[in-house]
C-alpha cells in the first residue's frame, strides 16, 4: 500500500489536556493546598505559630487587658471596682483631653499633608534608574531608619532658642528674628509638626516610587505631544495614576500621626502650657504619673476606634471610586 492509500490518523481521545510543566491549578501547588491534600493542614499555621505566639502574648492579651480596664477603677494590690463608663465620662467630659484630641487631630493633618506633599516632591525628583539616583535615593531614606529617640535630640539641639542655636543662626543670615522654636506656645506645634514631615516624607517617597512605576509611559509622551507642561503632566497624568498609592499613604500617615508620641514627649512633653499635648503624652501622664490606669485605659481604646473608624472610612470611599 502506498503513502496516499494510508488510512489517516486516529483523533485524539477526549479528555483532560496534559498539564504544561510549571502551570499552577488555581494555586493548589502551594503549599496550603499541598498540606491539605496530604491531611497535613496545620503545616502552614506551624511555620506562622512563633510570630503569632508573640503577637498573643505582646499585642492581643494587653489589648484585652486594657479594654477590661476601661470599665475598672484600678487599684493596685487591693482589687480593681467595676465603674462601667464612668472612665469614659471621665476622659470624655475632660477639658484637656479635648484639647490634647484637638492637638493630635491638627498634627495628625499638618504631617499627613507636608509629609505626602514633601515625599511626591521627590519622588519625582529622584525617579529613574541612574547609580546616582539609587545613591541619592538611600541617602534620602536615612530620616525613616535612625531612631526616632535619635531624631528627637537631633532637633531638640537644632531648635536651641537662643541667638547662637543651628535654626536661629540661620534666621539670623536672612535677617529673621530668632524664634522660640519648642520653646515658645505659638511655634511649638509648627515645630514639632516639620520635625514629623522631616521623617516621614522619605519613607511616603519610597512608596510612591514604586508606583510611579505603574504609570503609563505612553501617556506622558501624548501629554508632551499634546503641549502638556511639565506641571500639567504630573498634576493630569502622575497624581491621577497615584490615587490608590495616596488613599494608602494617607491611612498610613494618619495612623503614624494620631499615635503620635515620642517626638512629642522627648521634645517638649506637652508643653509648654500644654500647647503640644497630644491624646498618647496625655494616656501615658493618666495610667504612670497620676496613677488613673482606668481612664488612661479609656483614653487609649477611644483612640483606638477613632482609628479604625478613620481606616474603615478611607476603604469604603475607596471601594466607591473603584466602582
Not at 495628625?108 to 541612574?130: I, N, P, R, V, Y
Not at 503624652?281 to 476606634?305: D, M, S
Request: charged fraction near 15%; hydrophobic fraction near 50%; charge should be positive.
Amino acid at each position: 500500500m502506498s503513502l496516499d492509500q494510508a488510512e489517516p490518523a486516529a483523533p485524539p481521545a477526549a479528555g483532560p489536556s496534559p498539564r504544561k510543566p510549571g502551570r499552577r491549578d488555581g494555586g493548589a501547588t502551594g503549599l496550603l493546598g499541598r498540606s491539605r491534600r496530604s491531611g497535613r493542614w496545620w503545616t502552614p499555621w506551624l511555620f506562622l505559630a512563633p510570630a503569632l505566639i508573640l503577637f498573643l502574648y505582646f499585642k492581643f492579651i494587653p489589648m484585652a487587658n486594657a479594654l477590661t480596664m476601661s470599665f475598672q477603677e484600678v487599684q493596685p494590690y487591693l482589687g480593681n471596682k467595676w465603674v462601667g463608663t464612668d472612665n469614659y465620662a471621665t476622659v470624655l467630659q475632660s477639658h484637656g483631653f479635648r484639647e490634647a484630641a484637638w492637638h493630635t487631630v491638627v498634627l495628625a493633618a499638618g504631617q499627613t499633608a507636608g509629609s505626602m506633599a514633601l515625599g511626591l516632591a521627590l519622588a519625582l525628583l529622584m525617579e529613574g534608574q541612574s547609580r546616582r539616583l539609587k545613591i541619592v535615593r538611600s541617602a534620602a531614606f536615612l530620616p525613616v531608619v535612625v531612631p526616632l529617640a535619635v531624631v528627637a535630640e537631633l532637633w531638640r539641639i537644632m531648635y536651641h532658642p537662643t541667638g547662637d542655636g543651628m535654626l536661629n543662626s540661620l534666621l539670623g543670615m536672612v535677617g529673621m528674628w530668632p524664634s522660640g522654636f519648642i520653646n515658645d506656645p505659638d511655634t511649638s506645634m509648627a515645630s514639632i509638626m516639620l520635625t514629623g514631615v522631616w521623617r516621614g516624607a522619605p519613607y511616603d517617597m519610597m512608596i510612591i516610587l514604586a508606583g510611579l512605576t505603574s504609570v503609563d509611559r505612553g501617556l506622558y509622551e501624548a501629554a508632551r505631544v499634546d503641549g502638556a507642561s511639565r506641571w500639567q503632566r504630573v498634576w493630569h497624568v502622575a497624581v491621577p495614576g497615584l490615587r490608590s498609592v495616596f488613599s494608602i499613604l494617607f491611612i498610613l500617615a494618619a495612623i503614624r500621626g494620631l499615635r503620635v508620641f515620642t517626638e512629642v514627649f522627648l521634645l517638649t512633653n506637652g508643653g509648654p502650657d500644654g500647647s503640644t499635648e497630644v491624646v498618647m503624652t496625655l494616656i501615658y501622664k493618666l495610667g504612670l504619673e497620676q496613677n488613673r490606669l482606668g481612664v488612661g485605659a479609656a483614653g487609649a481604646v477611644l483612640l483606638f476606634v477613632a482609628t479604625l473608624i478613620l481606616t474603615v472610612v478611607v476603604q469604603l470611599l475607596r471601594r466607591r471610586e473603584s466602582k
